[in-house]
């Protein structure tokens, strides 16, 4: 299944120009700290949601998530591992701004997303960093600080490979905003999780992201800011007219 960030990227390219009256070619980070400007906007031009609106994450949106022990927000960059697998790293990070905690929800390579549903407890699922567009990954390399199972980003365009599946962990029937969640790597069964260790140059202060066996507070995770897709009226009718339509 083809990653098209462009759907999103065009439709925020057009309102940040009408917004802020900016010309020529803007990139993807350069948009996304326009983020609270555009919400209203693309609210109501898009059928996209205001933070306040959905009370649950669906698919096709774009989110920052905090791990609620640490309060740092999952982040990647174009910074690769030293050691390890040598992949994109993945960290924490304090700032509440940065555009490069940004991750959209998609489906997996074999199972559709459609655009604007509700995610389910117990549904699989791929995160796609938005900024550089490769999936939250993990493996059995181990972390460089803690020495538990590294989480890197991984693929191109948001296609890479079965360890880029994770099943959102939760309480209900879907996944709510409100409820801290876990997701748990399907190939290893490791828990997405922080633990406090921090990263030296050139990422001074970043923490460490891992996977870990045992639930704890470490694993954690709550839906924050964002963009999310609002669930479409006519969804049944919608995926007879092409998957290019109704998915991300």
């Not at 982040?75 to 940004?102: A, I, K, M």
């Not at 991750?103 to 389910?120: A, Q, Y």
């Not at 900024?131 to 020495?147: E, K």
Request: proline content about 3%.
């Amino acid at each position: 299944m083809t990653y098209r960030r462009e759907k999103i990227s065009q439709t925020v390219l057009v309102a940040a120009r009408l917004l802020v009256g900016m010309g020529g070619d803007l990139d993807c980070a350069v948009v996304l700290r326009f983020l609270p400007a555009l919400l209203l906007l693309l609210s109501c031009i898009f059928g996209l949601s205001l933070e306040t609106e959905l009370s649950f994450v669906t698919c096709g949106s774009v989110v920052k998530l905090l791990n609620v022990k640490h309060n740092v927000r999952l982040h990647s960059h174009d910074v690769r591992y030293g050691s390890g697998s040598g992949q994109q790293s993945v960290t924490g990070v304090t700032s509440v701004e940065d555009s490069n905690s940004y991750w959209s929800v998609r489906g997996t390579s074999d199972t559709f997303c459609h655009r604007g549903t509700p995610v389910k407890c117990g549904q699989t699922i791929r995160l796609t960093h938005v900024n550089t567009g490769r999936n939250l990954h993990s493996h059995y390399f181990t972390s460089p600080l803690s020495s538990n199972q590294e989480v890197s980003a991984f693929g191109e365009e948001g296609e890479g490979d079965h360890l880029d599946e994770w099943t959102v962990q939760c309480g209900g029937s879907v996944w709510k905003r409100e409820e801290a969640v876990r997701f748990r790597h399907k190939a290893t069964e490791a828990l997405l999780s922080v633990t406090g260790e921090q990263y030296g140059r050139p990422i001074h202060g970043q923490r460490e992201v891992h996977g870990m066996l045992s639930p704890s507070p470490h694993s954690l995770w709550k839906a924050m800011e964002g963009i999310f897709m609002k669930p479409s009226e006519n969804l049944a009718g919608s995926q007879d007219d092409g998957h290019q339509h109704t998915e991300f």
